[in-house]
């Protein structure tokens, strides 16, 4: 049997894996060493009491002859029916939202959907599953020595405000942006979304809007969601989580919009072909998370997940306070659990190493997002707040 050429082509290991095994070495050498993480982007705190009831009832349900239930497939039509509700003032029906059991393996399913001749479009710098999963199904094509050809960079930077220069945009492509954005915390504007739409609707291109981060948004100003653009339902599929809001990393929820007006070039339905790819490698989300997800939906769940939100977000003020006080320019951390910290001219790892070595805190290197991440580090606000603020003291000494 030969390796999958795709996978060799991942350029190094996944960038969480490697910051875990600095860490480890880091930990064998200093045994005595107390390390806090403000790396990962894995929540921390426990999940809220209404919530965690709907998770128990639902698994209590299970054990019941009028509770019990299989599989659902695409989701339960009052989940379904819930989140249309709250997030996207109803403008969905049923059949257009699809329960996951997470962003990120939606995107993985996206990627399987749009294949391998489809290239691809990232902001840089950008959450790594957006290139290396494009990668690994070989999207737009392979190598070439500058890199990989079936990628364009769109590079976002303190000088473009973190929103790209769209000119370098290649038609037929999947433009996959994420705001708030993980890792720099910027949130798009109204106007700068309506600037991608119509980029995409320009080229013939499709936008992955991943909304991960869209609880954490506080200024009203901002828009949550893309379809809150006009005419985004026919260039953009939304994804979403559960993950981030209600503290279900490990518990796994998420959705995906798609639009029956989005078509492809032949005019061949979109969401009927992502109907398909649900049913085919996936077989539906916990039908216990589901109930839980529905907890997090109503009035009593969407308190918690403003309680928990704001619970990071104070995190995320005293990490970019202390990195302000200390002179070092950050943008994020108001409408958005991460910093993203500038260190001109140095090496994202080295300074990695440095917060390590200094004051015992992981960190995430800048470079890992991306070429356009180097010399920054992304702080996570996720944590407890007795580790924040400790690792808060320690960061007085950088
Ligand atoms: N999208 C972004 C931008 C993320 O940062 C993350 C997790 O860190 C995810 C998606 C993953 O979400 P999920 O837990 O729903 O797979």
């Known amino acids: 049997m030969n390796r999958n050429k795709c996978i060799a082509n991942i350029k190094a290991g996944y960038l969480f894996p490697e910051?875990?095994?600095?860490?480890?070495?880091?930990?064998?050498?200093?045994?005595?060493?107390?390390?806090?993480s403000l790396g990962i982007g894995n929540t921390t705190e426990p999940i809220l009491p209404h919530i965690d009831r709907g998770l128990t009832e639902g698994a209590a349900k299970l054990a019941t002859f009028e509770g019990y239930s299989g599989y659902q497939d695409e989701g339960i039509a009052e989940l379904r029916e819930r989140?249309?509700?709250?997030f996207y003032k109803g403008q969905f029906g049923i059949d257009e939202i699809f329960i996951s059991d997470g962003a990120k393996c939606d995107i993985g399913r996206l990627q399987l959907m749009f294949g391998a001749q489809t290239p691809a479009a990232v902001q840089d710098p950008s959450y790594p599953v957006y290139v290396d999963g494009s990668v690994l199904i070989g999207a737009g094509g392979g190598w070439e020595d500058s890199g990989y050809k079936g990628i364009t960079y769109l590079p976002c930077t303190a000088e473009n405000d973190y929103f790209?220069?769209?000119?370098?945009?290649?038609?037929?492509?999947?433009?996959?942006?994420?705001?708030?954005?993980?890792?720099?915390?910027?949130?798009?504007?109204?106007e700068q979304l309506a600037?991608?739409?119509?980029?995409?609707?320009?080229?013939?291109?499709?936008?992955?809007?991943?909304?991960?981060?869209?609880?954490?948004?506080?200024?009203s100003g901002l828009p949550k969601s893309i379809f809150e653009i006009d005419e985004a339902k026919t260039c953009a599929i939304e994804v979403n989580s559960f993950s981030k809001p209600a503290g279900f990393t490990g518990v796994r929820l998420g959705w995906t919009v798609v639009s029956k007006e989005l078509k492809y070039s032949?005019?061949?339905?979109?969401?009927?072909?992502?109907?398909r790819i649900a049913s085919t490698v996936f077989n539906g989300a916990s039908n216990i998370s589901q109930a839980g997800g529905m907890a997090a939906l109503d009035s009593e769940g969407l308190a918690e997940i403003r309680k928990l939100s704001d619970f990071y977000l104070g995190n995320a003020r005293l990490i970019r306070n202390v990195l302000v006080k200390a002179g070092i320019v950050c943008t994020g951390g108001?409408?958005?659990?991460?910093?993203?910290?500038?260190?001109?001219?140095?090496?994202?790892?080295?300074?990695f190493t440095e917060i390590l070595e200094k004051c015992q805190v992981i960190t995430t290197p800048g470079s890992g997002f991306g070429p356009s991440g180097q010399s920054f580090i992304r702080f996570s606000a996720f944590g407890h707040r007795a580790d924040v603020e400790e690792a808060c003291e320690r960061l007085k000494k950088l």
Request: charged letters at 25%; glycine letters at 6%.
């Open 195 to 219: 600037v991608l739409v119509r980029a995409a609707q320009k080229n013939g291109s499709f936008i992955i809007f991943d909304a991960a981060y869209s609880e954490y948004i506080r200024d």
């Open 164 to 190: 790209p220069d769209l000119s370098a945009l290649k038609p037929n492509c999947l433009i996959y942006f994420c705001s708030p954005n993980n890792p720099t915390g910027a949130v798009a504007g109204r």
């Open 334 to 351: 108001d409408n958005s659990p991460y910093i993203w910290a500038r260190f001109p001219g140095r090496d994202s790892w080295e300074v």
């Open 266 to 275: 032949g005019g061949e339905s979109v969401n009927a072909d992502w109907s």
């Open 19 to 36: 910051v875990a095994k600095r860490r480890r070495e880091y930990a064998q050498a200093h045994p005595d060493a107390k390390i806090i």
């Open 83 to 86: 989140i249309s509700k709250v």
